[in-house]
């Protein structure tokens, strides 16, 4: 393939990753809305009374096994990583039952749990989903996970205090909408990551000093990068690729590739085919506020529970499919008194006395606050998973390229995979890339 001027829209870790690796055989031109780089990895420096600090705000962990491309891309990097741990914790209805899953001790950190009937057959309904969800995965046509629970005749405490909690605190999404994810696709990732296993499970890692790091050292051979400057247009032509910046001329290019979110990348086509308008606007997402704070009124009652994630509803009732976070989605619907915290001392071994938490709309405002910024995260039902089997059709089609999270289950690696297969296509593999890694 010979030498092409490349335009990447959006400074994410689709786009940084797309340009950093087409940077080696082709001029390519990032263009970021943002006046910083990295979207959801974005890392907030405080200079405390136990030093310099470095908390990340977005993407935080990453493990071996589910994040190959990512841990070979901090690889060439020379990234500095640390072990971490991805503990679990729910406070129900302001704390009427808390607990969390790091053992006996703190799964009965209150001992009333041991006489709660309701509590008792959460424990055996959790043994009961981990094999039903498994066999599930060999199932020749996927139900939803609504379906599959009620067909399962899983318990209110299991669906309300466990399961529902834990995945969409994963996903960053309401817990409805959790209902709707078709249930192969899900048990799929919980099965990836060891979650329907009691051991077994990857070790976490952290990036020392924050996300900010691997960013930093991707930049040198981004030559042409235009921050806090938002595209408003993509028109393509016969010969070219037109870009219309919000400051500037239009720009020209070869190619180009849409590494924002779906919904993003639509509306920036000036003329969308019939195909790109019905996948991409397959993909619907969720708006949440992230605060940095360090007021810990907002965790669980007793400090025994405290985890990594910490799951948290205020009212009785509340627990019951209200939005996870309190945020809203696209069809306008406002959450109930529901969040989750970020423990970040634990989760980035921060060390010192003062305590740091990353809140995802927080049930009330937090003292002490920071920073904050609202993150948009994609929610799959089953029109988002049907449409991810046919976005490799849109690749390459009138010079233009997609990637992002959306691809995969929403993640860092997703977005990633999706760049290195656009890289790829282009001439531009990366260096760690084998046969048998996934490219799409």
């Known amino acids: ?40 990895a974005r890392t907030i420096e405080l200079d405390t009374a136990d030093g310099h600090k470095a908390i990340d705000t977005g993407f935080v ?7 190959p491309h990512l841990v070979n891309l901090f690889a060439l990097l020379k990234i500095n ?5 991805m503990s679990f914790s729910a406070s129900i209805d302001g704390g009427a039952i808390e607990y969390a899953g790091n053992g006996i001790a703190t799964l009965f950190a209150q001992q009333r749990n041991l006489a709660r009937p309701r509590f008792l057959k959460m424990l055996t309904d959790i043994l009961r989903f981990n094999r039903a969800a498994k066999r599930e995965l060999c199932a ?31 996903w960053s999404c309401p817990s409805d909408a959790m209902l709707a994810f078709p249930a ?17 499970r990857p070790q976490w890692m952290s990036v020392v000093g924050g996300s900010c790091q691997y960013i930093r050292r991707m930049l040198p051979r981004l030559e042409h990068v235009q921050v806090a400057q938002p595209v408003r247009r993509i028109e393509r032509c016969e010969e070219y690729v037109e870009v219309h910046v919000a400051a500037g001329a239009p720009q020209r290019f070869d190619e180009v590739v849409l590494a924002c979110h779906a919904d993003e ?22 708006a949440n506020r992230a605060v940095l704070h360090s007021d810990a009124a907002l965790m669980l009652r007793r400090r025994k529970v405290w985890s990594a994630w910490n799951y948290i509803t205020e009212h009785r009732g509340t627990g019951s499919g209200g939005m996870v976070q309190g945020g809203t989605d696209q069809s306008g619907n406002s959450g109930g008194n529901v969040s989750v915290t970020y423990w970040m001392n634990r ?20 003292a002490l606050t920071h920073s904050e910024i609202t993150f948009n995260h994609p929610l799959f039902d089953s029109a988002a998973v049907n449409a991810q089997r046919d976005l490799h059709l849109l690749q ?30 282009l001439g531009a593999p990366p260096p760690w890339q084998s046969p048998s890694m996934p490219v799409r």
């Open 1 to 40: 393939m010979g030498h092409k001027r490349i335009a990447v829209i959006g400074g994410g870790i689709a786009g940084l990753a797309a340009a950093w690796l087409l940077a080696d055989r082709h001029t390519v031109a990032l263009f970021e809305k943002n006046d910083y780089l990295g979207g959801h």
């Open 61 to 67: 962990v990453y493990n071996a096994r589910n994040y």
């Open 81 to 85: 990583a640390q072990p971490t741990e």
């Open 140 to 170: 020749p046509q996927s139900r939803d996970l609504g379906e599959f629970l009620a067909q399962g005749r899983f318990g209110a405490s299991f669906r309300n205090h466990y399961l529902l909690p834990m995945t969409a605190a994963i």
């Open 184 to 200: 192969a696709h899900l048990f799929r990732f919980l099965d990836n990551h060891g979650l329907l296993d009691l051991r077994g």
């Open 265 to 286: 990348s639509l509306r920036l086509l000036d003329q969308p085919t019939h195909r790109e308008r019905a996948l991409l606007s397959s993909f619907r997402y969720q």
């Open 347 to 366: 989760l980035q071994r921060l060390g010192g006395h003062e305590q740091f938490f990353v809140t995802l709309n927080p049930l009330r405002e937090p």
């Open 396 to 425: 390459g089609q009138q010079r233009t390229w997609f990637c992002g999270s959306y691809f995969g289950y929403g993640f860092h690696e997703d977005a990633l995979r999706a760049a290195v297969g656009v890289a790829t296509a």
